[in-house]
């Protein structure tokens, strides 16, 4: 029972700003770097953002499943998936603002 498509299919195409406004300006656009780098780096916080992104959804969908399960122990274990989901976003939106600050 996935939703991913529809949701992509419905989400219009955000540029990096708009998908991660938490993410610091020196990593949207590395001035500093040779155009051939500056193409690396956008695509490298492209696929750090993708990779968020795609965490998020399968919280989602194990949160969804969580709320139509009807045996207490499957409610329990999506759960206890959508929050290590979660948790998983959230240290790679970490990793990403502690790498930008050093």
Do not use: F
């Not at 992104?53 to 499943?65: C, D, M, Q």
């Not at 274990?77 to 790498?99: C, F, P, T, W």
Request: proline share 6%; hydrophobic share 45%; aromatic share 4%.
């Amino acid at each position: 029972m996935s939703l991913c498509w529809l949701s992509a299919a419905l989400k219009p195409t955000l540029t990096v700003s708009q998908r991660a406004p938490w993410l610091p300006s020196v990593m949207r656009s590395p001035v500093a770097l040779p155009p051939l780098l500056q193409q690396a780096w956008r695509q490298t916080v492209k696929d750090y953002l993708a990779s968020i992104e795609k965490l998020r959804k399968e919280a989602a969908e194990a949160a969804l499943i969580r709320d139509l399960a009807t045996d207490q122990a499957k409610r329990d274990m999506y759960d206890r998936l959508h929050r290590h989901l979660n948790g998983l976003a959230d240290e790679v939106e970490q990793a990403i603002k502690s790498g930008a600050a050093k």
